[in-house]
């Protein structure tokens, strides 16, 4: 027993982090014949496994309440896997590994749906098929050089070379993962092996409709994004300007409005990445904490307005490509929990019902902007460090975390100190 529990080796594990790159398809004839064919064969293990699927309504009491809910149960791969292999076999016309393929991507869909379903969020009709692509496995793949050779029938190949494009010199000596083949285009994922760093600094981050609050142990730094957010206006003002042209030009109007909605996104994008690569930049090898945000229980408790513009931020496209990002500069990004962050005191702990743009402690006196005050909370629990409510402790030593509450409603003194060791950084400054 105690054999079993001994480590063999005392290195970590080895973590990978996928640069994926895009070609243009210029086979697209041939590619499309593989894409027919796959289709064919989804589509064929899709329907199989859709007969086995069973689908269930139960009552459930929740107090007084009865809820109805779904429980839906999916095959398992282990019973059905080699039946469904040799009914996809009779139909197959490809290499016999695509009939794997469409087994796990099958499944694969049918998870996704079974996920959506039991939260209301899909109907319970089967999953229809509209754009498909294939992933090569790897036993249907050959690297040569700078090219990859991929398997379609026996003795039957196509070629894709990367040799002259722009990321070349980025991807080499890097493995080819699983290329990815559509009808205009093939993804191409590099496996890069990420070095080990033990993170030298901390940043907690707190979003909010036009800034993005930080805190990294020592001060407050204020990202401004009102830009950001003035390029979605633009752009929502020419949207609805070729909206009134589509209502009398409905083919032309779609083209514009396919032109435009494209633009947006591409000039969204390239602000965001810009903005992450110099955010890693300047805080190298560091612990970042963002929070794990939920865009629809927002729209729930929002009013019209407020709604409008959280449907204009883009943290989770900030938080996704930093979590891609931080790895090739040895930092580490970790999702934090934003319940009350913005209302607790993170001297005591004591949670304010009161919700403006100051947070007041009544317990200690402790008072702080409220943005800044959840970006120190989101280091606090960043750190592993709670609230002690009984015993008030000074968790980080900074000025703002040290003072007395304030007599006959006059500001305490660590809110003007706070205030000193704020830094507001704007778009153009960083860049």
């Known amino acids: 027993m105690l054999r079993s529990l001994r480590l063999k080796d005392f290195a970590p594990e080895e973590e990978y982090v996928y640069l994926t790159y895009s070609l243009k398809n210029d086979k697209k004839e041939e590619t499309k014949i593989l894409l027919e064919n ?50 996809l076999e009779k139909v197959n016309v490809l ?21 959506r ?22 036993t249907l793949r050959k690297v040569d050089g700078k090219s990859v050779r991929i398997t379609v029938r026996p003795y039957e190949y196509l070629t894709f070379s990367w040799s002259h494009t722009w990321f070349s010199r980025r991807v080499k000596g890097l493995e080819l993962g699983e290329p990815i083949i559509k009808e205009d285009k093939v993804y191409l994922p590099f496996r890069y092996k990420l070095p080990w760093f033990t993170p030298l600094d901390f940043l907690a981050i707190d979003s909010n409709l036009y800034t ?32 009134r042209f589509a209502s009398k030009h ?3 109007g779609k083209e514009l409005m396919r032109k435009y909605s494209h633009r947006e996104r591409n000039r969204v994008l390239d602000y965001v990445h810009k903005f992450v690569n110099k955010l890693l930049e300047m805080y190298p090898i560091t ?45 580490f990004v970790k999702e934090v929990n934003p319940y009350l962050t913005s209302r607790s005191c993170p001297r005591c702990g004591w949670v304010s019902r009161k919700v403006g743009r100051t947070f007041r402690c009544e317990r200690c006196g402790f008072a702080l902007d409220r943005q800044l005050n959840a970006s120190l909370n989101i ?17 980080v030593g900074v000025i703002p975390l040290k003072g007395r509450r304030g007599m006959n409603g006059v500001m305490p003194r660590d809110f003007c100190e706070v205030q000193g060791l704020r830094i507001n950084m704007k778009y153009y400054e960083i860049l």
């Open 287 to 331: 612990m970042f904490a963002v929070e794990k945000l939920n865009k629809r229980e927002m729209f729930e408790d929002a009013s019209d307005s407020l709604s409008k513009k959280i449907s204009k931020t883009v943290w989770r496209s900030i938080h996704r490509l930093l979590k891609y990002k931080a790895p090739l500069y040895g930092s």
């Open 250 to 252: 409905t083919k032309k």
């Open 117 to 138: 379903a039991e939260k209301g969020q899909a109907s319970l009709r089967k999953p229809t098929l509209k754009k498909v692509y294939v992933r090569v496995k790897s």
């Open 212 to 243: 993005l609050d930080a805190y990294d142990g020592d001060k407050f730094v204020t990202f401004s994004l009102k830009e950001l957010y003035s390029l979605k206006y633009g752009m929502e003002l020419k949207r609805s300007r070729i909206q």
């Open 379 to 395: 280091y606090l629990k960043m750190c592993g460090f709670p609230h002690i409510r009984d015993i008030p402790r000074v968790w």
């Open 38 to 87: 796959y289709k064919v064969l989804l589509q064929k293990a899709l329907d199989w496994l859709w007969d086995k699927t069973k689908v269930e309504r139960r009552e459930v009491k929740k107090g007084k309440k009865v809820l109805k809910k779904l429980k839906i149960q999916l095959p398992k791969k282990k019973e059905v896997y080699k039946t469904l292999r040799d009914e």
């Open 95 to 115: 290499a016999s590994h695509y009939a794997d393929k469409a087994i796990s991507d099958a499944f694969s869909i049918l998870k996704s749906w079974k996920r």
